[in-house]
């Protein structure tokens, strides 16, 4: 390579990316596509003598492309709002992705393929672009909708789908073949992989994090948190995984963090240069005459994947209890294909396991479905409309008929008891299976490299031994886990199959323990006694063996209750990784408030927050009410409520009890404005014309305007001024509702605001209430 090659290279890469990425913007198409187009444009394919001296060096750099986006999806990743979508996101993802690979296996065949390009040809296809659909519905002021929420929550589920068959099919690439039991195997190893290396990161990302904050620099930020990336995705690497995997759960392990978004724009910048240079280095793999020769397949493959996707994630999201409406419009809103179908199509060609046609399609596909999309989602509502004014009368009845008896299911699954409190054990015993599974499958590779290297000759004897051994003291946290979560399990199933009071009569006491006891047993022999056969090769042998077994059954009876208070431990720490963000939440946003107002008034003057008690007198009043500033001076310019915060709040804005109010002034008007917000209410409020302030608890029906709408979406506060406290859904309470939260039919809220408002909601929304509680000005 000549001196300056490669600045020559990259110089022409990103200015050609800039300049025709800047009409795309101007014409409102994806950016992505505008770098496709450039890569195009100075690709070898189009010129006798390409602009571009290396090639191979550039490809090398896009790579880090895939490795920054796969970070920033996993920093992105909230595993909170993945759960409150998981069961229609699965189902749809499910359908999806199955009809769109058996579509590549048939089509396959008919163009004179393998049946392994024919899994790549699927596998592209089933993905789509996160990029796209988010942009799409942010532009079009969508994203705090119902369906906005449906349709990122299939992204993720596409994300962890794609980093997955990433894995398989480069195991495929290798091997030529499919084999489900090698794809369950490395399906298996993978799972272990992402448990292990994220269980460890959340325990050690405080410690982390707490150096990095008092670091500060953004120069050390940076380069600490691009280290990381890339020492994970080495790590995958090395265990023969892909460096996009690596480069999630680095991601996934600072998401949700207090320092998330500082990493996040930090980090944004390069992201944004090396994937654009992923996707020009795509764009110079295209090839003209492949395009125009498969013009047809292209054309016939976009309007298959709209039709496919578009149809099989509503039925999914129908299936699963969503609104037909809402499942609509979140099918419509991703039904095309984007990045990671370029990183599929891009390995298969770089494997040779598929053709440099692959690519060609992967673009043309791309460009079509993504304007189809884009016209399907700005359209949604006329269309939708059209096409349940003309959907036959039997099939309606039956959908109804489906959702009355969903509804019903779900509540009847709700109220079990026996599979409400098995979730949370059963779903800790597989968490923990993994992180066992993940220090056998570590001591097995220390012992084989100890066995294999000749530096370790002569300590061979006692370090393959000490090693196994090391690995038994670490795995009795976890086994202590899993029998302790098996004997709930066991507990529960006895109680809900002797459930009735002349059986309960029998059963109790001793007897009962016995039996729980001999169950556990069987498990114990059972499940171990198959786990050991199947594991049977990465187990150690001769004295290692015994010595590891020995050791845990020692071990584990003579020190069980200091075994079970470190593993509690382990589980706290784990644990409080995740509420370290809501913890640190709200003192950053009231510090980001207060910072705020100052930098938009720079005056010499005090700016005080204040909180606003129940009992006090100012509760229930409209801000005009107060007469504050003709009192005191002093202003109220800003208004923190369920962690918004509104400025310049209107005169007829009406406080309600632990609002925040931002007061403006001098030392001495802030002061005496404070002890007026905070004075008691002496007595109950007159009729002269400040309004009740009533807590009533609503019932939605599924009637209701509201229903399957978002907390934000429904506007209550602006049109009616009730603000929601919390939702009743069956057995389960939510207090303090994120704007995000679905309100779902059979949802009984508790909303307080003023008398009228209520009543006008009431009205408007046919909704069922119940005074719950009467307190003028009150809450």
Known sequence: MNHGSLINDLAIVLICAASVSLIFQRIKLPVFLGYLVSGFLISPNLWEESPIHDLATVNELSELGVVFLMFYI?????????????????????LQTVVLLFLGAQIAPLLGWTPVQGIFLGSLLAISSSMVTVAVLRDLG??????????????????ILAVTLLVVLSGVAVSGAVSFFAVGKITFFIAVFVVVTYYVGKLAAPHFLNILNRVGSIELITLSVVALMLGVSVIAMELQFSEALGAFLAGSILSQTPLAHRIENATEPLRNIFCAVFFVAIGMLIEPHLLLTNWELILGLSVLVVLIKTITVWVGFFLAGQNPDTSFRAAVAKAQIGEFSFIIAAMGQKTGVTGDGL???????????TLMALGLTVESDVIYKKVSTRMPRGLVTLGRFYRNFYDDVHQHIGRNYFLKLAKRPALQILFTFLLLNGIILLAYMISRYISTHDNFASTRIWAVPVTWWAAALLCLPGISSILRNLNVMIMLLTDALFS??????????????????????????????????????YLPGGLALVGFFVLIVVAGVIFWKRIVNIQSRLELLFMESFNKRAETEEPQRRQKT?????????????????????????CGKRISDLDLRRQTRASIIALGRAGQVQYDPGPGTVI????????????????????????????????????????????????????????????????????????????????????????????????IGNSEGIRRFQEHHHAASESLEIAPTAG
């Open 74 to 94: 996993g920093l992105e990743f909230d595993l909170r709002r993945l759960r409150r979508v998981m069961g229609p996101a699965v189902l749809a993802v499910t």
């Open 656 to 751: 309600f009890p632990l609002d925040h109010l931002y007061l403006f002034g001098s030392e001495e008007e802030t002061r005496l404005a404070t002890e007026l917000l905070q004075s008691e209410r002496s007595e109950p409020a007159e009729a002269n014309g400040t309004p009740t302030f009533t807590i009533e608890t609503i019932y939605l029906d599924r009637d209701s305007e509201i229903a399957d709408k978002t907390l934000a979406g429904s506007n209550l506060r602006k049109v009616y001024g009730v603000t929601v406290l919390g939702i009743q859904r069956g057995q389960k309470r939510i207090t303090g509702p994120l704007p995000d939260e679905i309100l779902r039919p059979g949802d009984v809220l508790y909303v």
């Open 142 to 159: 969508r994203l705090d909708k119902p369906h906005a929420q449906l349709a990122v929550g299939v992204l993720i589920l596409e994300d």
């Open 359 to 369: 690519v060609a399609v992967a673009v043309g596909v791309s460009l079509l479905s």
């Open 500 to 537: 009735n009071s002349v059986e309960r009569q029998y059963f109790h006491g001793r007897l009962r323990n016995i039996m729980n006891a001999f169950l556990l047993a069987v498990l114990i022999v059972l499940l171990g006694g198959l786990y050991l056969s199947v594991t049977a090769q």
């Open 594 to 618: 207060l910072e705020e107002i100052k930098r938009q008034y720079p005056w010499p003057v005090s700016i005080r927050d204040v909180l606003v008690k129940a009992n006090a007198a100012a």
